[in-house]
């Protein structure tokens, strides 16, 4: 990276160095696989886990931004002249360095990694508040425990409760307080502590990352205080590694997917065969077959390629919609059979190739019939 900062082979105010971006969203995305689990298409959470894995594209987008431009002001000398590249390289090493960049990405990893899981924490809370409807602030398991969290040890209030939105474990760099749902009586409105502006959350964390999917917030420096054309190189940046521009998934994640998923096919699907309604012989997949699925355009993309992993639960149980000869004169194909599957929760269409020796194979996934 410092070679092509030196060389200028990318604007470092407009453009967004995509291996360091790559790196960073890795290590966010990291996180929040432990913190908040990994989610596939069908689980209650999936939708709030993509939003996660997007904003922390963005906030990556932003950190490698604010770290291109630390290491381009160390370009000129004292009369502004560019110094040799060796002296460069020399003064940027401490930026990056493995052990620094180690150290100063575990504090955002390891804070990652709380949040996601107090936003994985706070969606049970909402879910159980029927029958556990506060919250009681746990105090710090810190051996050595900040004070600015103390005088809110042991309040309780509901989990509804503007309260939380002011003050809240986590909301501090390092925080290792913690909540727990019960159904004690919530501490009285005159009875809550203040606080004072250093109990203030730390810019980055004052947000709920279960309300906004966002790890860090808004107010992070990386944003708030950004080099100038930060947000336009980001909002730029996003916007040509999104799948539309207003999309919510990377490219990224959907090449992740589909190389996932055929590793997947590999051992579960092909070779191995289904039965659908209507039809008197079992179904074959090829690695043909699962390519085409997953390569085939449709309005929910990471769902579509998704259902391959249930592929034969949703044939067993598809309605057959639509049989059509073969009219591109395919001197292997006899007809097509069209059976009706759910996929996010509106009919999409698994196709079936009967070939002229008799043999069934499953050939894709469309979201409309042809023709219509």
């Avoid at 002249?81 to 150290?103: I, M, S, Y």
């Avoid at 209507?278 to 699925?293: D, N, Q, R, Y």
Wanted: charged fraction near 30%; proline fraction near 5%; glycine fraction near 6%.
């Amino acid at each position: 990276m410092i070679r092509r900062i030196y060389a200028h082979e990318f604007d470092i105010a407009t453009d967004i160095e995509t291996g360091a971006w790559r790196e960073f969203w890795r290590c966010f995305n990291e996180a929040t696989d432990k913190g908040f689990g990994v989610h596939s298409y069908n689980d209650r959470d999936a939708d709030f886990y993509h939003e996660l894995r997007y904003n922390n594209g963005v906030f990556a987008a932003f950190r490698t931004h604010r770290f291109q431009n630390d290491i381009a002001r160390q370009l000129l000398d004292g009369d502004g002249e560019l110094k040799p590249f060796e002296r460069f390289a020399h003064d940027v090493h401490g930026l990056v360095a493995p052990t620094h960049l180690r150290n100063w990405l575990q504090t955002e990893y390891s804070t990652a990694v709380i949040r996601a899981r107090q936003a994985a924490q706070w969606k049970r809370f909402e879910a159980n508040s029927d029958v556990l409807p506060n919250l009681r602030w746990v105090e710090s398991t810190s051996l050595h425990p900040g004070e600015d969290h103390r005088l809110f040890w042991n309040v309780i209030r509901p989990v509804d409760d503007p309260f939380w939105g002011v003050h809240r474990p986590g909301d501090r760099w390092n925080c290792k307080c913690d909540l727990e749902a019960t159904d004690e009586p919530a501490t009285t409105r005159d009875e809550i502590p203040h606080g004072s502006p250093a109990d203030r959350p730390s810019p980055g964390l004052d947000n709920n990352p279960a309300k906004d999917a966002k790890l860090f917030s808004d107010t992070h420096p990386y944003i708030r205080n950004g080099y100038k054309g930060a947000r336009e190189a980001v909002r730029k940046f996003i916007e040509e590694r999104s799948l539309s521009p207003d999309s919510r998934i990377f490219k990224e994640d959907i090449k992740r997917q589909r190389a996932e998923i055929r590793e997947w096919a590999r051992e579960n699907l092909i070779g191995k065969t289904a039965y659908a309604p209507g039809l008197g012989a079992p179904v074959s997949f090829t690695s043909t077959g699962i390519k085409e699925a997953l390569n085939q355009p449709h309005r929910y993309l990471m769902e579509k390629n998704e259902a391959m992993r249930y592929i034969v639960r949703l044939l067993g149980n598809a309605r057959l919609a639509l049989i059509r000869d073969d009219d591109k004169n395919n001197q292997m194909v006899k007809k097509y059979y069209y059976f009706e599957i759910e996929i996010n929760g509106e009919p999409s269409y698994a196709v079936i190739r009967e070939l002229k020796t008799g043999e069934l194979m499953f050939y894709t996934i469309v979201e409309k019939l042809k023709g219509k």
